[in-house]
């Protein structure tokens, strides 16, 4: 894996996230209060761009289709796609699946990103 820069500190505001290509893939770099944290920029339910969805006060990133959570920093699920009512259907063909994450550092207020 190379290290690759991807933005100033002060491109990503604490408690949001930014879309940002880097190598070739959409990744979400997320501020949250005990630093920067890479994911996939699309949700694994069904690739909805979680770009669009909300970061959460607990370090948690909500898919704005289907409601699906994943802890950023991990990128486990922490609660699967649950709305509209019956989308448990869908669900049983789309298991959970956890988000793609990447090793991020921080030097001289630059954030770097392991792709």
Not at 17 to 44: P, S
Not at 67 to 79: H, K
Request: glycine share 6%; net charge neutral.
């Amino acid at each position: 894996m190379a290290k690759q820069f991807v933005c100033s500190t002060d491109d990503v505001p604490a408690g949001k996230m930014k879309t940002f290509q880097v190598a070739g893939e959409t990744l979400l770099i997320f501020h949250l209060a005990d630093g920067f944290y890479a994911t996939q920029q699309r949700c694994t339910h069904t690739l909805a761009p979680l770009s669009r969805g909300s970061v959460l006060d607990d370090g948690v990133v909500q898919c704005p289709l289907h409601r699906a959570r994943f802890d950023i920093r991990t990128g486990e699920v922490v609660r699967w796609a649950n709305f509209p009512p019956g989308i448990q259907f869908l669900n049983v063909a789309r298991g959970e699946k956890a988000l793609k994450t990447y090793r991020v550092s921080v030097q001289d207020d630059q954030v770097f990103v392991e792709v």
